[in-house]
């Protein structure tokens, strides 16, 4: 029975599945009407590029949105020769948190003085910009940048991207490696009935879990501490090696900004998950593999804590991102969960079943063929609501972003989803094709291996380009959504 020939035969039935769900996307982003701001100056005084006839006693900015300002040098004001003017320390008003703002010297000579601020946004962007203002009569100048500090690594570097992709894949991976065990390992093993063989493919899946869990998780807290790094050099103006050597710093960064306070959190919550790891791990294998007793392959009190954990982790993250600001945030937050945790265990279940596909059959030849049928049939299942979820979320999350269809290919943010896009019609495909296989499957007790490796070279093309959508989310989250 040649299965391949059968599964790669067209489904009319799926195309058309595809077609009305880019028809329901189109739908929605014709609708789309809701924009979140980026934290943007929205009063200033005095005003950008304007003049006083009186030297003013103050000089303020309100945002958008609330905003950090690390410490007090972060909003100066100097006058032509570069002198400063400033008559104290920049403070956020304590009764406003959008707002910046600093004494001036009193009696102002006339002239142009510019105004030079960075602030860290509630959605964790670094903003840096400047203005000129002038008093008296004096004709306004152009603004003076020279003695302005030095910029660190941007927001859509190599070090900020990667830093975000490393922290999103190895989190994904921890909540993708729990899915995966209990939806989908477990029920598995217990379908085989070769008693023997069945042993030793639970202990090599047991023992291949708690290794990649633990990897990941400890991966997971350096990635944090990757993250902070590059987020303090951008904000301190140095390179990532610079702000590592600035341990005082740093820890401003981590006490004093709201992306900090969120990065003592993740923090946290990573070290419960690997404490809870080690302590189920323990329990599993601390016993030995005694033939007379079953091999453990989960506990639910455990499992649900290190999923509640990395969950909230998830949690933490879309809060100070861009659904952490603008309206229904509780709502955006959730729906942005949802879609990343939808997309961790799609992605993860993928990696894992190119493992379960490599290695099984050599664990054992027929138990382990017969595994990897079963562990496809039931991916195959959890797999189509995980990216059911992704899309639904993942629209509305773009709905909420765009203020304009058009916005799709006028802005770099557009521009990014398009790419997402664009890589996530293969993947369906490929999606489309592993059904199809599944069904053919069916009809059969276990897969023969050309039928094994052609599925290993389909999921190993699919992480492939779902890695790559994880690149471009990266990049996404640097970047700022089109406003009205």
Same mark, same amino acid.
């Given at each position: ?89 920049? @403070?956020?008003?304590? @009764? ?77 991976? /921890? ?5 995966? &065990?209990?939806?989908?390992?477990? %029920? ?17 899946? &047991? ?56 990065? =003592? ?14 302590? =189920? ?29 990395? /969950? ?7 809060? =100070? ?44 030849? =027929?138990?382990? &063929? ?13 797999? /189509? ?7 639904? @979320? ?10 304009? %269809? ?79």
């Amino acid at each position: 029975m040649d299965v391949h020939v059968r599964a790669l035969r067209p489904n009319l039935h799926g195309v058309k599945r595809l077609m009305t769900l880019l028809a329901f996307v189109a739908i929605l982003l014709g609708a789309a009407s809701i924009a979140l701001g980026h934290a943007v100056p929205v009063l200033i005084s005095p005003a950008a590029n304007s003049k006083v006839a009186v030297s003013p006693l103050e000089l303020s900015i309100r945002f958008s949105e609330p905003v950090d300002l690390l410490s007090g040098a972060d909003l100066e004001v100097v006058d032509a020769k570069g002198a400063n003017v400033t008559g104290g320390v920049a @403070t956020k008003s304590p @009764t406003d948190k959008r707002t910046i703002q600093v004494a001036l010297r009193p009696s102002l000579p006339d002239g142009t003085y510019t105004v030079r601020y960075q602030v860290v946004s509630a959605d964790g962007h670094f903003i840096a910009s400047y203005h000129v203002f002038g008093v008296g009569n004096a004709q306004l100048g152009p603004a003076l940048l020279e003695g302005a500090r030095p910029k660190g690594p941007g927001d859509t570097s190599v070090w900020a991207v990667s830093a975000r992709f490393l922290e999103l894949v190895c989190l994904g991976g /921890l909540i993708g490696m729990l899915a995966f &065990r209990w939806l989908i390992w477990r %029920p598995t093993v217990a379908t085989l009935k070769d008693g023997g063989e069945s042993r030793r493919l639970a202990i090599w899946g &047991r023992d291949a879990h708690w290794t990649g869990f633990g990897l990941l998780a400890a991966a997971a807290m350096l990635a944090e501490g990757y993250l902070l790094a590059t987020k303090s050099a951008l904000i301190l103006g140095t390179s990532v090696g610079g702000a590592l050597g600035r341990p005082t710093d740093l820890a401003r960064v981590l006490g004093d900004t709201r992306f900090g306070s969120f990065a =003592q959190l993740r923090a946290g919550l990573l070290f419960g998950v690997f404490a809870v790891a080690i302590w =189920q791990f323990l329990a599993e294998v601390g016993a030995g593999d005694r033939p007379d007793r079953p091999v453990d392959t989960g506990r639910r009190v455990p499992t649900a804590i290190m999923a509640i954990l990395t /969950l909230t982790t998830f949690g933490a993250i879309s809060a =100070q991102g861009h659904a952490g600001t603008g309206r229904f945030q509780l709502l955006s937050i959730g729906v942005d969960v949802v879609h990343l945790v939808a997309v961790a265990v799609w992605m993860t279940g993928i990696a894992l079943l190119l493992v379960v596909l490599w290695r099984a059959p050599r664990v054992s030849e =027929q138990s382990g &063929r017969q595994l990897a049928g079963e562990t496809l049939s039931r991916f195959s299942r959890v797999a /189509l609501l995980a990216v059911g979820a992704a899309l639904v @979320t993942g629209t509305l999350r773009m709905v909420t972003e765009l203020s304009d %269809p058009a916005d799709l290919w006028t802005s770099s943010y557009g521009r990014s989803i398009l790419y997402k896009l664009a890589l996530l019609v293969p993947i369906i495909a490929l999606g489309l094709r592993h059904k199809r296989i599944v069904l053919a499957l069916k009809r059969v007790s276990e897969p023969n291996r050309a039928t094994i490796a052609l599925v290993r070279r389909s999921a190993l093309l699919e992480l492939g380009l779902s890695l790559a959508i994880v690149v471009v989310a990266s990049l996404l989250v640097a970047q700022v959504p089109p406003t009205q």
